[in-house]
Nanobody, 125 residues
Framework: VQLQASGGGLVQAGGSLRLSCVASGRTFSSYNMGWFRQAPGKEREFVAAISWSGGATYYADSVKGRFTISRDNAKNTVYLQMNSLKPEDTAIYYC???????????????????WGQGTLVTVSS
């Protein structure tokens, strides 16, 4: 599976962005998907995840109520709608895919088998 993230950019605090991650291959609908981010000088952290069916979603406390993860299996795409952005949301955002070979620890990077290249989100104050 190859993942291509897009949609990042520069936005003012309080603004919105929608990230997209398109997956290659015909088995996208069988993958759990996640978004992670890494700010300069910080470790990568979990942002949001969605189960293969879309029936379950998970969020980091720092983004709960502001970000929404969704997926369109017909388009092999997972989205991250980001509202009420804050300067501390500035980071490179990565999408990741888990092919469900074991227990789903959605907030652990080690759970995911495939990673996209990242898209930069910059939020100005």
């Amino acid at each position: 599976v190859q993942l291509q993230a897009s949609g990042g950019g520069l936005v003012q605090a309080g603004g919105s962005l929608r990230l997209s991650c398109v997956a290659s291959g015909r088995t996208f609908s069988s993958y759990n998907m996640g978004w992670f981010r890494q700010a300069p000088g910080k470790e990568r952290e979990f942002v949001a995840a969605i189960s293969w069916s879309g029936g379950a979603t998970y969020y980091a406390d720092s983004v709960k109520g502001r970000f929404t993860i969704s997926r369109d299996n017909a388009k092999n795409t997972v989205y991250l709608q980001m509202n009420s952005l804050k300067p501390e949301d500035t980071a490179i955002y990565y999408c990741a895919a888990d092919h469900r070979s074991g227990a789903y620890f959605y907030n652990r990077g080690s759970t995911y088998d495939y990673w996209g290249q990242g898209t930069l989100v910059t939020v100005s104050s």
